[in-house]
């Protein structure tokens, strides 16, 4: 469906809700094509976007609680 960039921004939460079940939607200004609407999902999958590496470090739980000890043998020998 093409929105009219005024009715669009009248009508933005209906046009979220389309995007979101019927799929991408183009928004027009002066009867030009101008923007096309899609979901956060199908721009990751269209853009190929992934986290990079900060971002997963980030997004990992807190370990903050976790009782780590560390023995204290010394480390075995290994012959290389």
Known sequence: MKWQLQEAKQRF???V???LDEGPQVVTRRG????????ATEYERLTGRRRD????LLSAPDL???????RGDPAP???L
């Open 17 to 19: 809700g389309r995007v």
């Open 13 to 15: 939460s209906e046009l």
């Open 77 to 79: 020998l290994i012959d």
């Open 32 to 39: 030009q094509e101008v923007v096309v609407v899609v979901s």
């Open 53 to 56: 590496f900060k971002e997963f």
């Open 64 to 70: 903050d609680e976790l009782q780590i000890e560390r």
